[in-house]
């Protein structure tokens, strides 16, 4: 670790990234109370948009080279970025936020379990479906139905697919400038979800009401988040980092109680955990392998 990491205590960078993980999820609980006047898809195109006039203004992105290498990293960077918080945003609009959050984390797992050679990893797996068996199945009633609604359900699972493509695309942003991931990643974003948000909600978009909302949404689901966890990353290791950022379902269903009145039942706040669970043991074992295979390349 560096002097200049070092300088900050352990416990600054843990309260940035609580401070993250909260910020975002109040950003999402809010969201879904613009839903009404511009929908999902306008929530996320305001969202979008302001997130990328922020990171254009703090990284200022047109005083680093941009090479034809970076584009072909950042343009999936985008179309990733657009499907995980559109798809997610519909999810929302149809489940409570810490239900959509476990559901969602599906992706990150299994991108995780497939890319890991330990055995334990099967056991997180077992927490993972067990915590979306108690979500997904029906309940004891003979004419009960699926008990969440199933375009929800779809929606969040792709979202968890498109986190998980994220985090793979990811890797080879990290070779590349964050100013320049990070901005241009968002502004091919809102090219995209742009056209799409005006012929839904169009007028809607222009409400001056309705742009202020984005705008602190955008702040809280975005720019605040994204650096605090810039912060937390120079001081804490990526274990405890990770380890942290798997409670964020957790969170979710907190703020989702306190802003949104969406109450969970025990038998939903126990596939939360399970799943939480499930994302805590995958993370620390993935690191645990890795620690493994460098210490087999130094011998």
């Known amino acids: 670790m560096t002097t200049s990491q070092r300088q900050y205590p352990m416990s600054l960078g843990a309260?940035?990234?609580?401070?993250?993980?909260?910020?975002?999820?109040?950003?999402?609980?809010?969201?879904?109370?613009?839903?009404?006047?511009?929908?999902?898809?306008?929530?996320?195109?305001?969202?979008?948009?302001?997130?990328?006039?922020?990171?254009?203004?703090?990284?200022?992105p047109w005083r680093i080279a941009l090479t034809r290498s970076d584009l072909a990293t950042i343009i999936p960077y985008g179309l990733c970025m657009v499907g995980m918080n559109s798809t997610f945003y519909l999810a929302i609009d149809r489940l409570p936020l810490g239900v959509t959050l476990a559901?969602?984390?599906?992706?990150?797992?299994?991108?995780?379990?497939?890319?890991?050679?330990?055995?334990?990893?099967?056991?997180?797996?077992?927490?993972?479906?067990?915590?979306?068996?108690?979500?997904?199945?029906?309940?004891?009633?003979?004419?009960?139905?699926?008990?969440?609604?199933?375009?929800?359900?779809?929606?969040?699972?792709?979202?968890?697919?498109?986190?998980?493509?994220?985090?793979?695309?990811?890797?080879r942003?990290?070779?590349?400038?964050?100013?320049?991931?990070?901005?241009?990643?968002?502004?091919?974003?809102?090219?995209?979800?742009?056209?799409?948000?005006?012929i839904q909600n169009g007028p809607q978009l222009i409400n001056p009401t309705v742009l202020l909302f984005g705008l602190g949404i955008a702040l809280l689901s975005s720019t605040i988040p994204f650096t605090l966890e810039i912060f937390s990353l120079r001081i804490l290791p990526i274990k405890t980092f990770s380890i942290m950022v798997s409670l964020e379902p957790a969170v979710g269903a907190l703020t989702g109680i306190v802003i949104l009145n969406e109450f969970l039942d025990l038998r939903e706040w126990l596939a939360v955990i399970l799943i939480v669970s499930a994302a805590i043991g995958t993370t620390a074992t993935a690191v645990q392998s890795g620690r493994r295979e460098k210490r087999r390349e130094q011998k």
């Open 15 to 60: 309260l940035a990234l609580v401070l993250s993980i909260f910020s975002l999820c109040i950003g999402n609980s809010f969201a879904k109370g613009l839903f009404e006047a511009a929908g999902p898809v306008g929530a996320t195109t305001l969202r979008l948009l302001f997130s990328t006039l922020f990171m254009m203004l703090f990284w200022r």
């Open 103 to 171: 559901i969602q984390f599906s992706g990150p797992l299994a991108v995780a379990v497939l890319s890991s050679r330990s055995r334990m990893d099967f056991v997180w797996v077992l927490l993972a479906l067990a915590g979306l068996y108690l979500l997904l199945w029906p309940g004891h009633a003979a004419n009960d139905t699926l008990k969440l609604d199933s375009i929800g359900v779809v929606y969040a699972l792709v979202a968890g697919a498109f986190w998980g493509m994220y985090i793979l695309v990811g890797r």
């Open 173 to 198: 942003a990290r070779l590349i400038h964050p100013g320049l991931i990070t901005s241009y990643g968002f502004a091919t974003a809102s090219l995209i979800i742009l056209p799409i948000g005006l």
